[in-house]
């Protein structure tokens, strides 16, 4: 991929059409904004602009039908890729990131075009189960629209932010195996939120309980989640550990919860422990 994005960054009409065709073609929406992301980070927002329209006009026809997931993923990913340029902190773009995904979900951006009363209508239909379990709910005083809204959302909105920091780090990739070899690596494995950083993401985490926004109780822990990866990583590399253990570890915390659970306490706990500063100088 590589050789790909040394293509792209040859000029400026190679990158406006390979954004536009991918973001055209289903399911390829994550390389545009990819390509958007690395534009961005290497000539700034400015000089990226076309790219990014070239991006929009066909990911915003995927909104007119309905899925607003490829427009969504492309103005994240460039708008993190934006900080992170002009702070150099992965941390800042994370975090930035995940409020404006938090407001994208508060919005309703993620909610199918015709409500959640068509899809209730819709499960009820195909499922006696469903029916009788929303039913149930309705019984128990449960707004069950307003219930079916909150999990598309913030599932909807969850997975974006996630895909937006996967294409994030893709494009940074490039950019560092185009212009600054092993540059994105040290760069990942020192990630790590500060102290101030990390109260930040807790108080977002109490607004959205008191204040009754789910979705910033679900994307706050986010960031932290990439730190705790982040983690590991560096952990691994500064070990000279072989990369089947990171296949172990992305298999674990793809497929179990405990594991990301642990993550975030190692996340959260060396934020103030500073483990890879203490196995670098204990080394």
């Known amino acids: 991929m590589l050789v790909l994005a040394r293509w792209i960054m040859r000029g400026m009409p190679q990158a406006v059409a390979a954004a536009a065709l991918t973001a055209l073609v289903p399911w390829l929406f994550w390389f545009s904004a990819a390509v958007a992301g690395l534009v961005t980070l290497r000539r700034g927002m400015t000089t990226s602009a076309p790219v990014l329209i070239a991006a929009a006009i066909p990911a915003g026809w995927w909104w007119m039908q309905g899925d607003a997931v490829p427009l969504a993923s492309i103005l994240l990913v460039t708008l993190m890729a934006t900080v992170l340029r002009s702070r150099m902190r992965w941390a800042e773009a994370l975090i930035v990131g ?136 560096g952990f691994i590399g500064l070990k000279g550990m072989s990369g089947f253990w990171l296949v172990g570890f992305y298999a674990l915390l793809l497929t179990t919860w405990p594991t990301i659970l642990i993550v975030l306490l190692l996340a959260l706990v060396d934020t103030f422990a500073d483990f890879r500063g203490r196995l670098t100088r204990s080394d």
């Open 98 to 233: 995940s409020v404006v995904c938090m407001a994208m979900v508060q919005l309703g951006i993620f909610l199918p075009a015709g409500g959640t009363a068509s899809l209730l209508a819709e499960l009820r239909q195909s499922s006696s189960e469903v029916a009788r379990m929303l039913d149930q709910l309705s019984a128990q005083g449960v707004d069950t629209e307003m219930m079916a809204a909150m999990v598309i959302g913030g599932a909807t909105g969850l997975v974006v932010l996630l895909a937006g920091i996967a294409c994030l780090a893709l494009a940074r990739s490039w950019q560092a195996g185009l212009y600054n070899p092993g540059g994105f690596r040290e760069e990942f494995h020192a990630l790590k939120l500060s102290g101030k950083q990390l109260l930040l993401l807790v108080g977002l985490m109490v607004l959205g309980v008191v204040l009754a926004v789910p979705a910033a109780s679900l994307l706050a822990w986010v960031p932290l989640l990439v730190a705790g990866v982040a983690l590991v990583h």
